[in-house]
Nanobody
Framework: QVQLGESGGGLVQAGGSLRLSCAASGRTFNSYRVGWFRQAPGSEREFVGH????????YYTDSVKGRYTISRDNVKNTVYLQMNSLKPEDTAVYYC?????????????????WGQGTQVTVSS
């Protein structure tokens, strides 16, 4: 079992930065890939980015490429989402999710464990 908890959300002005953390419990966390998703009010949850279990591979949705960076520290059982040059349209609840490295990393069903989410609000 893995339990995930996000932190680091908040209110920031457009152009600013935030770093989200996804802290995990469980000895096997470093066996899991981790995805970040977000859900804006009235919208479906969407894929943001993903990092492989080793941290050697990352993928991002087009709208955040060049602005967001995912990294992980398997000693600390934590994955980070560094968000720069934030835009009002980045406003959403951000979730991290973990699962074995099989299947399409962009699909919700490829992840077995989810955090409770953290709110990110970007003001114009």
């Amino acid at each position: 079992q893995v339990q995930l908890g996000e932190s680091g959300g908040g209110l920031v002005q457009a152009g600013g930065s935030l770093r989200l953390s996804c802290a995990a419990s469980g000895r096997t966390f470093n066996s899991y890939r981790v995805g970040w998703f977000r859900q804006a009010p009235g919208s479906e949850r969407e894929f943001v980015g993903h990092i492989s279990w080793s941290g050697g591979r990352t993928y991002y949705t087009d709208s955040v490429k060049g602005r967001y960076t995912i990294s992980r520290d398997n000693v600390k059982n934590t994955v980070y989402l560094q968000m720069n040059s934030l835009k009002p349209e980045d406003t959403a609840v951000y979730y991290c999710a973990a699962g074995f490295d099989v299947g399409d990393y962009r699909r919700f069903s490829s992840y077995d464990y989810w955090g409770q989410g953290t709110q990110v609000t970007v003001s114009s």
